[in-house]
């Protein structure tokens, strides 16, 4: 079946603008998390989605950064007034509702703020 | 303030001998722990786990092996495979109602045929 998938696969961004990063999780994975990777750093853990309940905010780094996600599908994840320490890969992974542990991730969206 | 920590950067281990990585970690309310491979370009796949109320748990070649008292934990990979080669990344979580992930920094295993 379908993984995770991402789009785009690649960004670059002048400074200043806005992006919007879109992320499409397996069907019937009812939890969707966000991290980011930056250079030679681990996966920051940025905001998680389960189902109707509000999200799990607590990673997300400035308030220029926000996410929705439509139902149990469709996410997207917005940087507004994007800064040079804002690239990074962005990763998006759902999960089971009984097996949240297991994440199964997109192949990431790069972006690049020059 | 890095909670979990993967001192080596890199790793290169000859072609059917064990690589063995290494993952430290500092909160002592993680309670399960499991280990990620990531190729280039492409997202982390989940490899193995582990809950804290074991010490050992095999998958075929993998091995997860945990210390709670040493808070650490190690990946054994016999024998080590030429497709072996890639990014390991360790990831610790409660189990409390939060599901996220934190994730070491990653190892770079190179297998040498």
């Known amino acids: 079946g379908a993984g995770v998938s991402q789009s785009p696969s690649n960004k670059v961004t002048e400074k200043g603008k806005d992006v919007e990063l879109r992320c499409d999780p397996i069907s019937g994975h009812t939890a969707l998390y966000w991290y980011r990777q930056r250079l030679g750093q681990g996966l920051e853990f940025l905001i998680y989605?389960?189902?109707?309940?509000?999200?799990?905010k607590s990673g997300l780094p400035s308030d220029r950064f926000s996410a929705e996600r439509t139902g149990e599908s469709v996410s997207t994840l917005t940087i507004q007034r994007t800064q040079q320490e804002d690239s990074a890969v962005y990763l998006c992974a759902s999960s089971l509702p009984s097996k949240h542990y297991e994440q199964y991730f997109g192949p990431g969206t790069r972006l690049t703020v020059t | 303030d890095q909670q979990v920590k993967q001192n080596s950067p890199s790793l290169s281990v000859q072609e059917g001998r064990i690589s063995i990585l290494n993952c430290d970690y500092t909160n002592s309310m993680f309670d399960y722990f499991l280990w990620y491979k990531k190729y280039p370009a492409e997202g982390p796949t989940f490899l193995i786990s582990i809950s804290s109320i074991k010490d050992k748990n095999e998958d075929g070649r993998f091995t997860v092996f945990l210390n709670k008292s040493a808070k650490h934990l190690s990946l054994h990979i016999v024998p080590s495979q030429p497709g072996d080669s890639a990014v390991y990344f360790c990831a610790a979580t409660y189990n409390f109602g939060n599901e996220k992930l934190t994730f070491g920094t990653g190892t770079r295993l190179t297998i040498i045929p």
């Open positions: 989605f389960q189902g109707n309940s509000a999200p799990d």
